[in-house]
């Protein structure tokens, strides 16, 4: 089959570019987080390792880079000024002292309660059913997986 070629006035046009179109909707949700995540004293990068351990406590440094696609460079100051606030203590592993174990002190445990109602905010605020943002959210992971493959 032969390939489709691409119309080259077409090709580098701004609204064509499906990277641009991941990056803004990104940003644009990144402003609809702000406001509820700052009233839980959390950056959405925090919040994300927060929902990590609230789906499961006790990981490894790198079981949750590995879940959020961060380098242990980029993930260790945050876990550092999540431990400063309260919500998690970072423990080595007294099986193997290279490994770091990340677990939910109470207030951590706490805070997913005051979590709750920002899923169902953010589902408002995408004027999508629930159905359409799931089908949405398995498309971009099956995107993602499929570029994280071919890397």
């Known amino acids: 089959m032969p ?3 691409i119309d080259p ?3 580098l046009r701004l609204d064509n570019q499906l990277c641009f179109a991941l990056y803004s ?3 644009a949700m990144s402003k609809m987080y702000k406001p509820q995540l700052e009233a839980l004293g959390l950056t959405y990068p925090q919040y994300l390792v927060m929902l990590v351990l609230w789906e499961q406590d006790g990981l490894t440094v790198s079981e949750i880079g590995e879940r959020l696609y961060l380098d242990s460079g980029t993930l260790t ?3 550092k000024r999540l431990e400063a606030a309260g919500y998690l203590s ?6 193997d002292e290279r490994r770091v ?3 939910l002190s ?3 445990r706490r805070l997913k309660a005051r979590a709750l109602p920002i899923p169902a905010c953010m589902l408002e605020a995408t004027q999508c059913s ?3 943002l799931n089908q949405l959210t398995r498309q971009v992971r099956a995107l993602r997986d499929r570029l994280t493959t071919s890397v």
């Open 3 to 5: 390939k489709k070629s």
């Open 9 to 11: 006035d077409q090709a």
């Open 25 to 27: 909707a990104s940003l």
């Open 77 to 79: 100051p945050l876990l």
């Open 90 to 95: 970072r423990l080595r592993d007294v099986n």
């Open 101 to 103: 174990l990340i677990r």
């Open 106 to 108: 109470a207030a951590g």
């Open 130 to 132: 629930l159905p359409e």
